[in-house]
C-alpha cells in the first residue's frame, strides 16, 4: 500500500516562490505517474502538473506552463512542485496523486489517478 503525504504549503505574496513536496511510501514502483492537482474554494479540482515516474516526460496546465516545475527524486520516493511567480489564482489546496494506470501519461484528468494526499494549502496575497 502506497501513501502519498504532502509538504510545503503556505501563504507568500503575489510574486513569491513556494516549493510543494509530496513523500511516498510504501510499495512504489507500481505507480506509472504522478501528479499535482489543487481546488479552490467553489471550484472544480484541476490538473497542475504531472510526471511519468520512469522520467521520460512532464505536462503542465497552460496556466502554470513557465511557472511551475515538477520534479522527483526516486531515490528519496519524493515529488516536488516549485511554484515561481505565484499569483493570487494559484490559491488552492493542492494535493498529490499517483496513478497505477499506463494511460496516464500526457493528461490533467484526475480519472486515471487513484491514490491522493490529504492536501496542503496554497494561499497567495496580491
Known amino acids: 500500500q502506497v501513501q502519498l503525504v504532502e509538504s510545503g504549503g503556505g501563504s507568500v505574496q503575489a510574486g513569491g516562490s513556494l516549493r510543494l513536496s509530496c513523500a511516498a511510501y510504501?510499495?512504489?514502483?507500481?505507480?506509472?505517474?504522478m501528479g499535482w492537482f489543487r481546488q479552490a474554494p467553489g471550484k472544480e479540482r484541476e490538473g497542475v502538473a504531472g510526471?511519468?515516474?520512469?522520467?521520460?516526460?512532464?505536462w503542465y496546465a497552460d496556466s502554470v506552463k513557465g511557472r511551475f516545475t515538477i520534479s522527483q527524486d526516486n531515490s528519496k520516493n519524493t515529488m516536488s512542485l516549485q511554484m515561481n511567480s505565484l499569483k493570487s489564482e494559484d490559491t488552492a489546496m493542492y494535493y498529490c496523486?499517483?496513478?497505477?494506470?499506463?494511460?496516464?501519461?500526457?493528461?490533467?484528468?484526475?480519472?486515471?489517478?487513484?491514490?491522493w494526499g490529504q492536501g496542503t494549502q496554497v494561499t497567495v496575497s496580491s
Open positions: 496523486a499517483a496513478s497505477f494506470r499506463p494511460d496516464c501519461g500526457g493528461r490533467l484528468a484526475m480519472g486515471p489517478y487513484r491514490l
Open positions: 510504501g510499495y512504489t514502483s507500481s505507480t506509472y505517474c
Open positions: 510526471l511519468y515516474t520512469d522520467g521520460s516526460s512532464t
